[in-house]
């Protein structure tokens, strides 16, 4: 069975600062990961994606996310906040095709403080 | 790009009324799938179709029907709306291979049961 666990439903950092999401996950098999973001009232972004052809992945807006099978983690960063980055992160897992199963994080709510 | 439309962002409805949400997606996706997300809960599954006419109940089906007559439409029915089924409803599509796809999602709709 496949869980995630994003630690902290909410984190604030500086603008200019560094930001950390922290996402954990549990598969018994090869994961495929990702990242999403979700603007108030909107749908969910992807971020970036996690497909096995490299540990750091880069995506959008600067955000960059790495795997570390030893530590079942796949944590976001980007080293600078903006305050355009203040909306809510999931972090999801799915695994190989024939699933259509995508376990989804609670979430966690960026905030940037001026 | 991936554009998931839903019809409606916000829709006021009354308990007992069949309620119907309509999601089209413009790139020959065969998965579809409609969540549920509500606060503290992340999202969760409700109905998922691998193909046209075809469906699998996901986590929470009850209260819910689908409907995939076309390809690029995914209809979610309400069969007799309930105040406990006031959430924000988000529908995503995704392409089956090769594996590890993401889902790409609508700008959801805000359903109000009164």
């Known amino acids: 069975a496949q869980s995630v666990t994003q630690l902290g439903s909410h984190v604030s950092v500086s603008e200019g600062a560094l930001v950390l999401l922290r996402c954990n996950y549990s598969?018994?098999?090869?994961?495929?990961l990702f990242w999403y973001v979700q603007y108030p009232n909107q749908g969910l972004q992807l971020l970036l994606k996690?497909?096995?052809?490299?540990?750091l992945v880069k995506g959008i807006n600067g955000f960059e996310a790495e795997f570390k099978k030893s530590e079942t983690s796949f944590h976001l960063t980007k080293p600078s906040a903006h305050m355009s980055d203040a909306a809510e992160y999931f972090c999801?897992?799915?695994?190989?095709?024939?699933?259509?199963?995508?376990?989804f994080g609670t979430g966690t709510r960026l905030k940037v403080l001026a | 790009d991936v554009k998931v439309t839903q019809s409606s962002r916000y829709l006021v409805k009354r308990t007992g009324e069949k309620v119907f949400l309509e999601c089209v997606q413009d790139?020959?996706?065969?998965?579809m799938f409609w969540y549920r997300q509500d606060p503290g809960l992340g999202l969760r599954l409700i109905y998922f179709?691998?193909?046209?006419?075809?469906?699998e109940k996901g986590d929470i089906p009850e209260g819910y029907s689908v409907s995939r007559e076309k390809k690029e439409r995914f209809s979610l029915i309400l069969e007799s709306a309930s105040t406990n089924q006031t959430s924000m409803y988000l529908c995503?599509?995704?392409?089956?291979?090769?594996?590890?796809?993401?889902?790409?999602f609508g700008d959801g709709t805000r359903l109000s049961i009164l």
């Open positions: 598969s018994s098999v090869p994961p495929y």
């Open positions: 996690y497909t096995s052809a490299a540990t």
């Open positions: 995503a599509s995704r392409l089956t291979h090769p594996d590890g796809q993401p889902q790409h």
């Open positions: 790139m020959d996706h065969e998965n």
């Open positions: 179709s691998y193909d046209v006419k075809m469906k």
């Open positions: 999801a897992v799915t695994t190989t095709s024939g699933t259509y199963k995508y376990i």
